[in-house]
């Protein structure tokens, strides 16, 4: 068992849609990161948070620390969103980075 | 963006040859890192540093060795590429641990056939 999961693998949405991407986790974390990655391009990091919520334009992201969870979530989604989306966790016996398989979006116009 | 830059950028070799990849930073972070990415798999860590001449193992540091002589470069090193050393190879930097955020370079295609 990876211990970080992420669901769905893949998700196709129409644009306008609001999108949720969610992440679990079995390792005690200090930290979770959400990346952004485009086809055949580089990785970006979309959010870093231990706690409550953070916004960033149409990105959210939340994290339930006694539920080992965490969400993503794009409101009124667009093509340009299509991407995979990989959250991480930082914490455990190992203190680096465990990374999920990520989550294939597809925002069709 | 930060400056990360990897090279090269794309490299087909032969089962048997050595390689090495170049990962260059202008940020001067602290903290560098080797990860490969195969399909069904999440990044992968090889090695990291945290610091010049510090280097550590990852999850999957077989067959790879790294070095660091100065702070804005670190090297991975295939030194007999097997054809399950084809992966798309990224580099990272982060000015602290793991629990800041990391910056990622564009990756490196490698195929080893």
């Known amino acids: 068992k990876n211990e970080v999961e992420q669901s769905p693998q893949n998700l196709t949405a129409q644009e306008g849609e609001f999108i949720t991407i969610n992440c679990s986790y079995s390792?005690?974390?200090?930290?979770l990161h959400w990346l952004q990655q485009h086809p055949g391009g580089g990785i970006v990091s979309l959010f870093m948070?231990?706690?409550g919520k953070k916004k960033h334009g149409r990105l959210i992201a939340t994290i339930n620390i006694q539920e080992k969870h965490s969400s993503l979530h794009i409101t009124a989604s667009h093509p340009r969103d299509s991407a995979v989306y990989i959250c991480?966790?930082?914490?455990?016996?190992?203190?680096?980075?465990?990374f999920g398989t990520g989550t294939l979006l597809a925002v069709q116009p | 963006d930060a400056g990360i830059t990897q090279s090269p950028r794309h490299k087909v070799t032969e089962t048997g040859t050595p390689v090495t990849l170049r990962c260059h930073q202008t940020?001067?972070?602290?903290?560098m890192y080797w990860y490969r990415q195969d399909p069904g798999h999440g990044l992968r860590l090889i090695h990291y540093?945290?610091?010049?001449?510090?280097?550590d193992k990852g999850e999957v540091s077989d067959g790879y060795s790294v070095s660091r002589s100065k702070t804005e470069d670190f090297l991975l090193t295939l030194e007999s590429a097997t054809s399950s050393q084809t992966s798309v190879y990224f580099c990272?930097?982060?000015?602290?641990?793991?629990?800041?955020?990391?910056?990622f370079g564009p990756g490196t295609r490698l195929t080893v056939l």
């Open positions: 990272a930097i982060s000015d602290s641990s793991g629990a800041r955020e990391q910056f």
């Open positions: 390792v005690g974390i200090s930290a």
């Open positions: 948070l231990s706690s």
């Open positions: 991480a966790a930082y914490g455990g016996a190992t203190n680096k980075l465990i």
């Open positions: 940020e001067n972070h602290r903290y």
């Open positions: 540093s945290y610091g010049v001449k510090d280097t």
